[in-house]
């Protein structure tokens, strides 16, 4: 990708060097790190897409993120500073960075992806994301990947002053709010090899019907099933609402 190029979309990669705040020496790590994995269908490559970046940029993400916290809130303890760094990694912050740095515009996908919505998908954009990390730290090192994850991050990170709660504990306080038991947790099903579990767990709470979270670990599960059953009451809650209008 030259100077001056203008991708199949439009989107000019110079343009987004300025918004990432740093150059890159090898433009053909760029090109990759916006390269969608739509584009093998269209004679491509998936070993040539974003994927792998992704998978580097993810790791990079969260070791400068943890650092960052670990300099930025000396007093709090490793609970505290964990439930930050899953709200700061996670594929809202991700993308909300991809829109502010007009990433979508650049992303090479297929015409049937793009006209599915690929270019406003958070998913698809938080990958993207990810993978430019990847690229800027493969390009300039560390300390460039930093820059920009420090650029765009320290605003996320100062926005709340409190540690983020995570959702067995939001579920826990909701219940404690209104004199209820609370939630209870019960593995149903485990499966998958011994060393790649998949964890099926229930949680059940008065006044909301059991709902099952799946995950890579047994915590991991509960925390997605506290998550379904927030958004039941949630729901609930906005039903509530619109019978009272």
């Known amino acids: ?76 303890h490793e609970g505290d500073l964990a439930r930050r760094h899953a709200a700061l990694v996670r594929k809202e912050a991700l993308a909300r960075v991809a829109i502010e740095t007009d990433l979508g515009d650049c992303v090479r996908m297929s015409r049937g992806e793009d006209d599915a919505g690929g270019r406003r998908n958070p998913g698809l ?6 993978a430019v990390i990847g690229a800027i730290y493969l390009d300039g090192g560390l300390e460039a990947a930093a820059d920009f994850v420090h650029g765009y991050w320290r605003v996320l990170v100062d926005e709340d002053t409190t540690p983020p709660k995570d959702a067995k504990t939001m579920l826990q306080e909701w219940a404690q709010g209104r004199g209820l038991a609370l939630p209870q947790y019960r593995e149903t099903a485990r499966k998958g090899p011994a060393h790649a579990p ?22 991991a599960a509960e925390q997605a099933a506290a998550e379904l059953a927030l958004t ?10 619109a019978e009272l209008r």
């Open 198 to 219: 998949i964890f099926s767990v229930e949680v059940a709470v008065s006044g909301i019907a059991p709902v099952i979270g799946v995950g890579p670990s047994k915590r």
């Open 1 to 76: 990708m030259t100077d001056g190029e203008v991708n199949q979309y439009g989107g000019r990669p110079e343009a987004l060097e300025l918004k990432l705040g740093y150059r890159f020496k090898d433009s053909a790590l760029l090109e990759q790190a916006l390269t969608h994995s739509s584009m093998s269908g269209a004679g491509g490559d998936r070993l040539s897409s974003n994927e792998r970046l992704e998978f580097f940029g993810d790791r990079v993400l969260g070791l400068v993120i943890a650092h960052l916290l670990f300099q930025r809130f000396p007093d709090e």
């Open 125 to 130: 954009l938080a990958d993207a994301c990810e």
């Open 232 to 241: 039941g009451v949630q729901g609930r809650n906005e039903e509530c609402q």
